[in-house]
């Protein structure tokens, strides 16, 4: 299966995805021209590499913006991880945050509320 | 309305709401504002300014066709910064039966508490698409959540079509200097 490397532009997030190790990053501001055309490749690889690959998953996120579909989409996958999750698979999500950026840590606690894999709030 | 001279910043644009106008004025404000306000509330009012802007490039019923072929929403937008407040205004044609469905949806979303907002926030999060959303269904509910301030929206008729006004405001620090 091959990695998924995005490039990182003004509205949409940079992509590293490895399968090979299973690290995933997803950074930088998230506000696209269209939403669903940027994140189907995104949840199109992730649900991939849970069905062939089956190995770990480490999530990093490193956002500075969000918009509200945006959002949406993070929710959907962190959903998605979850679900493999209780089928067994070792997940982990690693939410990072500027320490004065109160908006997106409120974002990470808020998911971390509906999440019961290993989710970690980190002060870049 | 007070004299333009009272405003600390004060921005307007009647045009296309185009994903390039988006990106063009995202990196206008960063430049203008970023001396103004702290940056927490710099923040609050580039999510409030990009939901408000996409909102009427997607909705507008008023379209026009840009050279690449894509359409957007045609409308305008203020931006006034008093010692107080931030104000960010929109207006845009709508059609009679948005009229009613966003007068229901703001008036609902307006009554609503913390607690509720936060309970509709995470049910929509999960939910499907609403079939005429194309920003998930959360970008009023979360200006609301993050202003603490209510939507103010009313209407105008023009001929056919109906013109909707709408106002969201953040309370500002505004930095000594």
């Known amino acids: 299966m091959d990695n998924l490397i995005l490039a990182k532009t003004k509205s949409t997030l940079g992509v590293n995805f490895n399968a090979s190790s299973g690290e995933c990053v997803l950074e930088g501001s998230s506000f696209p021209e269209n939403t669903s055309d940027f994140f189907k490749p995104v949840t199109d690889w992730l649900i991939k590499y849970m069905l062939e690959v089956t190995g770990k998953v480490t999530l990093n996120l490193k956002f500075d913006y969000l918009n509200s579909s945006s959002i949406k989409f993070i929710s959907d996958i962190a959903d998605r991880l979850q679900s493999y999750h209780n089928a067994g698979a070792e997940v982990e999500l690693k939410w990072y945050y500027d320490e004065n950026d109160e908006d997106i840590l409120e974002m990470g606690q808020e998911l971390k509320e509906d999440i019961n894999f290993p989710f970690n709030l980190i002060m870049k | 309305m007070a004299e333009l001279s009272t405003y600390k910043y004060f921005y307007e644009y009647e045009g296309v709401f185009s994903h390039q106008y988006l990106l063009d004025i995202n990196e206008k404000f960063e430049k203008d504002l970023i001396s103004f306000v702290e940056h927490k509330v710099f923040k609050l009012f580039f999510f409030c300014v ?40 929109t207006t845009n044609l709508i059609s009679e039966e948005q009229q009613d469905k966003i007068t229901e949806k703001i008036n609902k979303l307006n009554s609503l508490n913390a607690d509720e907002l936060k309970g509709l926030y995470k049910e929509k999060l999960r939910s499907d698409q609403e079939f005429d959303s194309k920003g998930g269904g959360i970008g009023f509910i979360e200006i609301i959540r993050k202003t603490k301030n209510p939507i103010a929206i009313n209407f105008e008729k023009t001929n056919n079509l109906i013109k909707l006004n709408m106002k969201v405001v953040i309370n500002v620090g505004v930095q000594n200097g």
Request: zero cysteines; a negative charge.
């Open chain 2, 50 to 89: 990009n939901e408000m802007i996409q909102n009427v490039g997607f909705y507008s019923a008023e379209k026009r066709l840009m050279e690449d072929s894509k359409e957007f929403g045609y409308g305008s937008i203020k931006v006034i910064l008093t010692e107080n407040t931030f104000e960010i205004l």
